[in-house]
């Protein structure tokens, strides 16, 4: 299994600069799951126990508020989602929903310690792979931020 989970890390953005081999060690700590078309993924304020990268499908994110839902994005082929409950373990901070049926990548908590037990440089640069992520996400919403709040 770890090699056809290979296959599947094999390209996506997040895995960029890890080298096939590296991808089989990972495959062994991730899981794989499918959902069908309007399946929830996870709720807001749900504990956030995973993170997912999308391989199939596309996924919508909502942000409630006092105005009810808004729609935060649509992510597709490759998107990362969930990483921040992942890293931080603090609950979920948005809704996310299949817009198509879907399939992804997990990993979760467990999956984390274990990769970091087992090879500590190769989840050393899973994580920093995942603060470049975070970073450059920050980055487009600050911009966002900005543009929201010129006159």
């Keep these: ?3 056809d989970m290979a296959e599947l890390l094999d ?7 890890f080298s096939y081999p590296e991808l089989q060690s990972i495959g062994r700590f991730v899981g794989y799951r499918g959902l069908k078309r309007g399946e929830l ?10 993170m997912l990268i ?7 994110i909502y942000k409630g508020g006092e105005c009810g839902q808004r729609l935060l994005s649509y992510e597709g082929r490759g ?16 809704s996310c929903i299949a ?11 467990a999956g984390l310690d274990r990769l970091a037990e087992e090879f500590p440089g190769l989840a050393y640069r899973f994580a920093l ?9 920050l980055r487009r919403t600050s911009g966002l931020l900005v543009e929201h709040l010129t006159p």
């Design 11 to 17: 390209g996506l953005d997040l895995f960029a600069g």
């Design 54 to 60: 999308l391989v199939e499908g596309q996924l919508s």
């Design 129 to 137: 792979s995942l603060a470049r992520l975070l970073s450059k996400r």
């Design 1 to 3: 299994m770890s090699r």
């Design 41 to 50: 993924v996870f709720s807001e304020g749900d504990p956030g126990a995973f």
């Design 79 to 94: 998107r990362v989602v969930g990483e921040m409950a992942l890293l931080d373990h603090e609950r979920r901070s948005a």
């Design 99 to 109: 817009d198509s049926d879907c399939l992804f990548v997990t990993l979760d908590h």
